[in-house]
């Protein structure tokens, strides 16, 4: 979608240290990066910094774009572009800035803010896994087809996002959240603490005794490989305690949204580690009161980054069944099912596709729109 539409949309990458400005025409981006100091604790700085790395871009371009859209972490009205809450990486905006509104005015454009999970959904949901499973599945032969995709990011926090029959499924209070879910361990902890960045340094902290060991996961995730010094026995167990954990709250939405799961995010780079209790965990079962074992999810869970079970998925169970009362054949699949996937196209670049997809989204709904 959008693949040769020729409309630039200016795009940022909000971080709590630096900000990096681009701009995209037909999903691709069309200028070197440019990259300022965030200044997230001065709002008057962080403020000009972002019209200045919008001025330039717009600068290198050769024609006007369309609209600027962008992620930024943490609670917000996104509908009016209004950024206020609790931001640990942006504390000069919790009292409330109406950053769209300031920006559509000095820049003299449209401006669309999202939320980074939403942007990773939409973005897959249109031109990464949902397309991608699709054209799997009509060059297998099957006639399943998927329209519904949750994608969540495995980083600094818990995020996600959900695409509904291609579109963003916002909210209603721009409040699509998992972070706040119940730890699957902890009755009284949020999920976030089992599935971020902290959560694997604390736990492997935990399991070694040294819980000052200074680790980052990717280093973590090395002594899991045996390709660095430490208790590769307790790195892998603080990877898949995090699936465990991930896996239990994936249950809960996937059981409502009834999609694909789509994964990104830089731990996915330990999914050696993390996806087996995942799996198991979206695979794993409860009981009624009389005792009968059910399934924790009504669809049965298939790894689509497995070769040998995407065969079986694709499969299915189809059987002709015969129409009540006459010799008419009808071709069913009993067979509910649903596939969890790590994103090809990276949290990143995700993000930005679905943010100049919904720019776009936007001003062909609205194309008034200054």
Request: aromatic residues 8%; charged residues 25%.
């Amino acid at each position: 979608m959008y693949r040769y539409d020729n409309r630039i949309v200016i795009t940022l990458d909000a971080g709590g240290t630096n900000l990096v400005f681009g701009a995209m025409q037909a999903n691709k981006y069309i200028v070197e990066p440019i990259t300022l100091p965030s200044c997230a604790n001065d709002l008057d700085k962080c403020l000009a910094t972002m019209v200045d790395g919008f001025r330039q871009v717009i600068s290198k371009l050769d024609e006007k774009p369309v609209a600027v859209s962008f992620a930024f972490p943490g609670p917000a009205d996104y509908p009016k572009g209004i950024i206020g809450g609790y931001l640990p990486n942006f504390p000069s905006f919790r009292d409330g800035v109406a950053l769209g509104p300031y920006l559509e005015r000095e820049l003299g454009l449209p401006v669309f803010i999202n939320n980074d999970g939403d942007l990773f959904a939409y973005g897959e949901a249109l031109c990464g896994v949902l397309p991608e499973i699709n054209a799997r599945l009509e060059a297998k032969g099957s006639a399943k087809r998927y329209k519904n995709l949750i994608g969540y990011t495995f980083g600094t926090g818990f995020g996600v996002g959900i695409s509904i029959d291609g579109n963003l499924n916002r909210g209603d209070n721009s409040c699509v959240e998992t972070f706040c879910l119940r730890h699957k361990k902890d009755q009284q902890m949020i999920v976030e603490e089992g599935v971020s960045v902290r959560a694997i340094k604390r736990v492997y902290g935990e399991l070694t005794g040294e819980m000052n060991h200074g680790l980052e996961p990717k280093d973590i995730c090395d002594i899991a490989d045996g390709k660095r010094e430490g208790d590769s026995e307790a790195a892998r167990r603080s990877f898949a305690e995090m699936g465990e954990v991930a896996g239990d709250a994936m249950a809960t939405a996937a059981t409502l949204v009834d999609g694909l799961i789509v994964i990104g995010g830089g731990i996915t780079a330990a999914k050696k580690w993390i996806m087996p209790s995942l799996l198991n965990e979206l695979r794993s079962t409860l009981r009624t009161g009389s005792g009968d074992e059910i399934g924790r999810l009504p669809m049965k869970v298939y790894d689509l980054d497995s070769e040998a079970e995407f065969e079986e998925f694709a499969k299915g169970e189809m059987r002709p069944l015969k129409v009540y009362g006459s010799e008419d054949i009808v071709s069913y699949d009993p067979q509910k099912r649903i596939g969890v996937i790590i994103s090809k196209l990276g949290a990143s670049k995700a993000i930005s596709l679905g943010a100049y997809a919904f720019a776009l989204s936007e001003l062909d709904k609205n194309p008034g729109t200054v």
